[in-house]
């Protein structure tokens, strides 16, 4: 069974973009558009890896990595940030299972944090 991650991000094309590349790969693949529908899923996704963008509307990349980070279930789930603000003002979000990917990326980059976070498909 392929491992599943899941995109969350406010712009369809990015999503999509994603969800092609990671499924090219071998890596099953779920895209949703806001952190609230994300919470709202979790348990019936049951991702294996989260990219999560940090600008959403509502609740925003950050307040849905504390509402994760503060789930006993949730906790060590590995996190992949994407995020266009500069590298500096979001490393400090970075802990264990959690990595920053700067926007724009390529698939290599995105491919490289998934594989290393999760191993391959």
């Known amino acids: 069974m392929a491992k599943h991650i899941l995109v969350v991000d406010d712009e369809a094309y990015l999503r999509d973009v994603q969800v092609l590349v990671l499924s090219a790969a071998g890596y099953a693949a779920t895209a949703l558009e806001t952190a609230t529908e994300a919470l709202h899923r979790l348990g019936e996704i049951r991702p294996d890896l989260i990219i999560l963008d940090l600008s959403l509307p ?11 980070r503060a789930s006993a279930l949730w906790r060590h789930l590995p996190v992949i940030l994407s995020s266009g603000f500069p590298m500096e003002e979001i490393t400090s979000l970075t802990e264990a299972d959690t990595e920053v990917l700067g926007k724009p990326f390529s698939d290599t980059a995105l491919l490289a944090r998934v594989r290393r976070l999760i191993g391959d498909a």
């Open 58 to 68: 509502g609740i925003d990349g950050r307040d849905f990595l504390k509402r994760l």
